[in-house]
């Protein structure tokens, strides 16, 4: 049972990465044709940093992913405190409501987004309200459960005591906050922050509804390309994301698995000294 687990276990990794690694491998790829691979070459990588209009998309879909993220990190970790503070059943009404938007299906939220985006600004006699307003608040939108999702936990595992003891000293609620909740809280944080800040950076269903022809990001134009033969300097823009997302997702789960590896150490030193 164990052998057929880990073959399947194999085969489920070759489905995911394999497509990934095909695309990074077309992208040292001096031919066109990724079927064929010619010769080992830099060169698509080159043309792509001196594409001005691919690094345009590039440098807005950061600005919008870091502002965004941050936001919505500031916003979540507040939020959190506040449901965290609720009694149990309507901390529960809550927590499924904030859930809903990510299971709700995303074209949905982009076309209901840009419903109520097109419905102000009629009210505010705006005919080209969509931009880069109405694009930061979507992402702001979508990324808010994913930090409010990542620091829960961590309110739920901190010592109640630790607060009660700094406002004991003479701390006030803010202090408190911000010398012993904040400190404690710090992993849920940042992981919350970086999980908001890669559904950002690769967004582009939500940001085709909600982005105006002023300030367009990254997959948004992407999907255009995609309708024509595709440049080869795209693979190489496709495997630098993804080797940025990545290297997120494995610093954000090392930040969890450092966290873990501390409460049990604290555990167990308090267990010994009992």
């Given at each position: 049972m164990r052998k057929v687990?880990?073959?399947?276990?194999?085969?489920?990794?070759?489905?995911?990465?394999?497509?990934?690694?095909?695309?990074?491998?077309?992208?040292?790829?001096?031919?066109?044709?990724?079927?064929?691979?010619?010769?080992?070459?830099?060169?698509?990588?080159?043309?792509l940093f001196r594409d001005s209009t691919l690094l345009a998309l590039l440098r807005n879909s950061l600005i919008i992913a870091v502002l965004s993220s941050l936001i919505a990190t500031v916003m979540g970790t507040a939020a959190a405190v506040g449901i965290h503070s609720m009694g149990g059943r309507m901390?529960?009404?809550?927590?499924?409501?904030?859930?809903?938007?990510?299971?709700?299906?995303?074209?949905?939220?982009?076309?209901?987004?840009?419903?109520?985006?097109?419905?102000?600004?009629?009210?505010?006699k705006i005919n080209a309200i969509l931009g880069f307003g109405t694009l930061l608040i979507a992402h702001i939108t979508f990324n808010l459960p994913y930090v409010i999702l990542?620091?829960?936990?961590?309110?739920?595992?901190?010592?109640?005591?630790?607060?009660?003891?700094?406002?004991?000293?003479?701390?006030?609620?803010?202090?408190a906050f911000f010398k012993v909740v904040i400190h404690e809280v710090m992993p849920g944080i940042l992981s919350g922050a970086l999980m908001a800040f890669t559904m950002s950076l690769d967004d582009f269903i939500i940001s085709y509804f909600v982005t105006g022809s002023g300030f367009i990001t990254l997959p948004v134009e992407i999907y255009n390309y995609t309708k024509?033969?595709?440049?080869?300097?795209?693979?190489?823009?496709?495997?630098?994301?993804?080797?940025?997302?990545?290297?997120?997702?494995?610093?954000?789960?090392?930040?969890?698995?450092?966290?873990?590896?501390?409460?049990?150490?604290?555990?167990?030193?308090?267990?010994?000294?009992?």
């Amino acid at each position: 049972m164990r052998k057929v687990n880990k073959i399947f276990t194999i085969l489920v990794f070759i489905f995911l990465y394999i497509p990934m690694i095909l695309l990074a491998i077309a992208s040292f790829n001096s031919g066109t044709d990724i079927a064929v691979f010619k010769e080992f070459t830099l060169r698509q990588y080159g043309n792509l940093f001196r594409d001005s209009t691919l690094l345009a998309l590039l440098r807005n879909s950061l600005i919008i992913a870091v502002l965004s993220s941050l936001i919505a990190t500031v916003m979540g970790t507040a939020a959190a405190v506040g449901i965290h503070s609720m009694g149990g059943r309507m901390r529960s009404v809550i927590m499924g409501v904030t859930n809903i938007p990510m299971t709700n299906p995303e074209i949905v939220t982009g076309v209901s987004m840009a419903l109520l985006f097109a419905f102000i600004g009629h009210l505010l006699k705006i005919n080209a309200i969509l931009g880069f307003g109405t694009l930061l608040i979507a992402h702001i939108t979508f990324n808010l459960p994913y930090v409010i999702l990542n620091v829960m936990p961590k309110l739920k595992q901190m010592d109640p005591d630790l607060k009660e003891a700094a406002l004991d000293l003479g701390c006030t609620p803010v202090q408190a906050f911000f010398k012993v909740v904040i400190h404690e809280v710090m992993p849920g944080i940042l992981s919350g922050a970086l999980m908001a800040f890669t559904m950002s950076l690769d967004d582009f269903i939500i940001s085709y509804f909600v982005t105006g022809s002023g300030f367009i990001t990254l997959p948004v134009e992407i999907y255009n390309y995609t309708k024509k033969p595709i440049q080869p300097k795209i693979y190489a823009l496709f495997t630098l994301m993804f080797a940025v997302i990545l290297t997120l997702m494995v610093l954000m789960n090392l930040l969890q698995l450092r966290d873990s590896k501390k409460k049990a150490t604290t555990q167990r030193k308090d267990f010994m000294k009992r």
